[in-house]
């Protein structure tokens, strides 16, 4: 009863501060008709939830055992459960990387609340965690990312997510909000990628395959080999990727090869390996009208008077990138301990473009190292990371996807470094993490091809200190309140300084304070999950995207952006049971509300105060239903409704808002060692005509990248 309560106080408390933040911060009451959806939602959780009171008593049949699989992160060091960790975390595992397709990472990321991920073109991706795709028209920005502890943005602030396999991973943890105190620079947050291997001391080979094919003649397979021993255990991949696309000019191929090793050299010493290599293609068939797109969204952009088309370029890019990573963890002693990671990439990047054809060569190497000292109630973490990028920029004119005549030669380097402490205290029912880290950017910059400008010129910004403090208060075992207060800074990413105008701007970092309050935990003997958090975010100096007359895109500081916000999570299952036909029956909804607003944003001679934040629906909420039967048939389905998109700083062009359904059904059967795996698909299964990352204040009205309607995908999936 205790918990009913709890909860239901919660409600009754999220109402109360959301109705705060409409007075207090500036939120803008919706219509009665844009309002029918959220309330609906909230009818779905209140019925819900009277669901799970009536069967508590029917709940003592099953054992005592959580439902629900344990939810352990790192994010903030040590292994800890989600619930116990004060800080807006959500954490994505195995299970729900595999629940739709093996495709993209796009409709598993983006049953996340306040995580958008979008996808242009196939394999042209946009990340943003609370609004953070400002900052991003294409490319992932603003959001640090690591795999298995080892950084994967690199010193210039982009990172290649689209070189990355989706079967490669075993987990992804989330960290929403500013998290610079442990992986610097950021104001979006992190990402923390994990292909986890362990020892085994019985040992094994084990083999797993899957191939895919659908609409559009995709063709997907992956093969993977994983060796366990007593000491060593490594995983082997290959994984090959096509598509023709949907659109003119958006085909797409990917290869790649992986490898992960983990040793244990002796008790107190372990180290691991991530090695990668990614030959990456697609072509990017660019913005079109709304007209076109109503009428044929297959189109690429077409021609103009003064501009060719994307199909007449051959638009496109070209990534090969080799990644390796390697990783030292040593115990001293019981109580303190280091992980060191090095690691050293090259990419050789290809990007026939509408007015340019772009060559980068880009080296960069690193290494971080964190010292953690642990007692019963007492962590301590400090270290440093470093970064340098090394880059050689050509652009030549684009003579129908040739590189012709010099237009411009750079030489740019990138160096990047933070230092960062945190305590984490535990005091019987309070959790207590402070954190600071020192941050700062060195950046210059040669332009080769000028005679008079050939030199090094300087872009470094001041030590940019950036501290956290969360509190944690246990209710009761299984249930906390937590709070943070946390400052994130982000400085100019290189494809800012030096974005597709192939001019250098002198940008300032973007930097701001976040106070977030939120309630999670479980209930019911875990049969429900939830986590609901209210934020408020000022960001000052908000790095904007604009464009010029050819539609290549700059970047300015535009005064601030007031980002406050509701995200609420809940899952649960309503039937779990292997003596009945449907053995478990899971429902799970995220909901974010995101009325941001710029804040003293003035361009020119056009004030932009007050209006919503250009890329950024107002209110998200995906439902999930999985469904498993006892003979092995389930079935699987995601439904995403976004409300509209303001595409102009100006507000004066939206996108519409969509409904998007999903759904799989599949036949998953063990037998004897194999386990066999049949699914069919669809994707958009309403057919709705919808954009999925649509370019930001563009010029003669090309926002829109269609994406696919209707289409399927089937596939075997056989583990051995």
Known sequence: ????????????????????????????????????????????????????????????????????????????????????????IALINKNSLQRFDNKTLVPVLNTVAGVRMEERSPG???????????????????????????????????????????????????????????????????????????PSPKGGNNVSANIETGSYSLLNEQINYDHQSKNISFSLQQSHYQNDGYRQQSAMRKDALQGNLNWNINTKEQLSALLFYTNLRYETPGGITKQQMDSLPTLARQPTATLPGAVEQQAGVYNKTGFAGLSLHSAFSSTWSNTTTATINHTDFENPFITNYEHRDELNYGARTVFEMNTSRLQWLTGAEWQQNISHITDKDNNGGMPGGLQFEDDVHVMQYFLFTQLNMTFKKFTVQVGVSANQQLLKYNRVSDSVYNYWQHQNTNILVAPRLSLLYKIEKNVSLYAILSKGFSPPTLAEVRPSTNQFYDLQPEYGWNIEGGFKGNIFKSRLQFDASVYSFNLKNAIVQ????????????????????????????????????????????????????????????????????????EYVNVTMVDVYTKPGIYFISNFNFT???????????????????????????????????????IDNLLNENYSLGNDLNAIGGRYYNPAPKRNYFGGIRLEF
Not at 553 to 574: D, P, R, S
Request: charged fraction near 15%; aromatic fraction near 14%; proline fraction near 4%.
């Open 124 to 198: 042209s991706y946009r990340l943003s965690i609370r609004g953070s795709l400002l900052r991003s028209p294409f490319g992932i920005r603003d959001v640090k990312i690591y795999w298995n502890d080892i950084p994967l943005t690199d010193a210039g602030g982009n990172t290649y997510l689209n070189l990355i396999d989706i079967s490669q991973l075993s987990s992804i943890e989330i960290v929403k909000g500013p998290a610079s105190s442990m992986y610097g620079v950021n104001t979006g947050g992190a990402v923390l990628l994990k292909s986890d291997l362990y």
């Open 643 to 681: 409300s509209s998109i303001p595409l102009t700083d100006a507000n004066d062009v939206y996108a519409d808002s969509y409904t998007l359904l999903q759904v799989k059904l599949g036949f998953k059967k063990q037998l004897n060692k194999t386990v066999l795996d049949f699914y069919f698909g």
């Open 1 to 88: 009863m205790i918990p009913a309560i709890v909860f239901y106080g919660f409600m009754v408390v999220s109402l109360t501060c959301a109705a705060y933040f409409h007075v207090s911060f500036g939120f803008k009451f919706v219509s009665t008709k844009r309002l029918i959806k959220p309330l609906l939602l909230l009818t779905v959780h209140s019925l819900l939830f009277t669901s799970l009171k009536a069967q508590t008593d029917s709940t003592k049949k099953f054992a005592d055992t959580s439902i629900l699989e344990p939810v352990t992160v790192t994010a903030f060091g040590g292994a800890a459960n989600w619930k116990d960790v004060p800080a807006a």
């Open 546 to 617: 604009q464009q010029d007359s050819t539609g290549a895109g700059y970047f300015i500081n535009a005064g601030g952006t007031k980002q406050n916000g509701v995200e609420i999570w809940l899952q649960t299952y309503i039937i779990s049971s292997n003596d009945h036909f449907i053995k478990s029956l899971a429902l799970s909804n995220s909901f974010a509300y995101q009325p941001y607003k710029f804040n003293n944003y003035i361009s020119g001679t056009k004030d932009y105060s007050g209006n919503h934040l250009t890329g950024v629906p």
